[in-house]
């Protein structure tokens, strides 16, 4: 059963009609995956063919057209995509996951972004990087934003930063602002999700009223000022624990692709002779059998990790918990964990798919740079989120973001 899904007939579609429509998207991101990785960006119409589909809404409030389903529901439809294309599914997954960021904006932030455009969707740089000044009515903000994927394609950017609080220090945050107050460099030239267009965002001394600035800290603690407004539980989960499955979630859906190809690739595919010999059915072998099933079970393992920390995520924050660090440390460690299973899932199936799989025209080899570029992500970096729940287990104090 899908957490925070609602009951049926409530006016909003049915999970089972937004996976199918996710999978629509998925069959086109397929076929134009070339395209896309040539033209290092996921095109205009197909994001706004994800648009005609309301997939931006699963996350978005209700009271601007949303959904309000829970991050299983997004991350199942963000998997399907990217089963079609990584870089595809990554941007999808980046522009629906920060709705939800957004509604934890201040009420007025969320009124500027939705009241009169509900469709209008965000790119998102975390690193805190640029500088921030104090002046009357909120801040002025310069600097350089990298990363910012799909960035084309939107309307704002949430850029992260440094928020004055007013006694000469500074607090971690995020700044929200117009399209038309930043520039895009074009500096996306990469091996793995070079589709995803995750360009620099460029700000020259623009000016962010107070209210599109939110600071970190209470998006940690699940006590956004969004939350005083969206009543529902959704907007009260801990930040980090649950907004890194939009990475994992790609990942996801590029280990599912990238075994569906394999497969589909074996059953047909005979031998031509050398070490092999001549005319053998490639499925007929126990090592590409044994590839198969270790990868299928490593899926699954992610699978299972990933959507029963959002179930119990969901519960704890339901129940009115408040003090989640336990879970949210479980769950920056599964992230990252997760994700190498996945990442091992493809290497696994690549390894085995010989010559026919470095083809240029096979989709094993774009899922196999693709994941691999996810896996790089620092959020999902194995060594320093494992150190970090090691600390926490050992009763150290944990250096990191959780």
């Known amino acids: 059963m899908w957490l925070a899904s609602g009951a049926e007939g409530d006016g909003r579609p049915s999970v089972s009609d937004l996976i199918g429509r996710a999978a629509k998207i998925a069959a086109i991101a397929r076929e134009r995956a070339v395209e896309t990785e040539q033209a290092r960006r996921v095109s205009s119409d197909l994001v706004a063919e ?63 972004v939705w009241a009169t455009n509900p469709d209008a969707i965000s790119a998102v740089s975390y690193a805190p990087t640029g500088s921030s000044q104090s002046v009357d009515g909120g801040y002025r903000i310069s600097g350089r934003w990298s990363f910012a994927s799909g960035c084309d394609n939107v309307d704002w950017a949430i850029l992260g930063g440094r928020i004055p609080t007013g006694d000469g220090g500074m607090q971690p945050g995020f700044f929200l602002i117009p399209k038309a107050q930043y520039t895009i460099d074009d500096d996306w030239f990469t091996a793995g999700l070079s589709g995803t267009g ?50 994992v979630g790609p990942a996801l859906g590029m280990a599912r692709g990238a075994r569906d190809v394999f497969l589909e690739n074996v059953r047909s595919r005979v031998t031509r002779g050398a070490v092999a010999g001549d005319q053998k ?13 270790e990868a299928t079970a490593a899926i699954d393992a992610a699978e299972l990790l990933i959507f029963r920390d959002l179930r119990e995520t969901v519960e704890a924050v339901t129940a009115g918990a ?50 691999h570029g996810a896996g790089s992500h620092i959020s999902l970096n194995g060594d320093a989120v494992a150190s970090m729940y090691g600390q926490h287990l050992f009763g150290l104090d944990p250096q990191g973001q959780y």
């Open 50 to 112: 994800m648009r005609d589909a309301d997939l931006f809404r699963i996350l978005q409030p209700k009271r601007f057209g949303g959904y309000e389903y829970g991050f299983d529901v997004f991350v199942e439809a963000v998997a399907t995509v990217a089963g079609g294309d990584g870089s595809t599914g990554w941007v999808y997954s980046l522009g629906a996951v920060h709705q939800w960021l957004i509604a934890c904006f201040p009420e007025d932030a969320q009124q500027e």
């Open 198 to 247: 995750s360009k620099t965002i460029v700000v020259d001394d623009q000016f962010v009223p107070a209210h599109r600035a939110v600071p970190f800290a209470p998006l940690l603690a699940g006590n956004p000022p969004g939350a005083q407004v969206n009543r529902n539980p959704l907007y009260r989960l801990p930040f980090l624990a649950v907004v890194p499955t939009c990475l």
């Open 281 to 293: 059915q490639m499925a007929d072998f126990q090592t590409i059998q044994i590839r198969a099933a």
């Open 322 to 371: 408040t003090d989640h660090i336990d879970l949210r440390l479980r769950n920056r460690r599964d992230h990252a964990f997760a994700t190498r299973l996945l990442m091992g899932a493809v290497d696994r199936l690549f390894e085995a798919a010989g010559g026919a799989g470095l083809s240029s025209r096979s989709p094993l080899q774009r899922f196999w740079r693709d994941i």
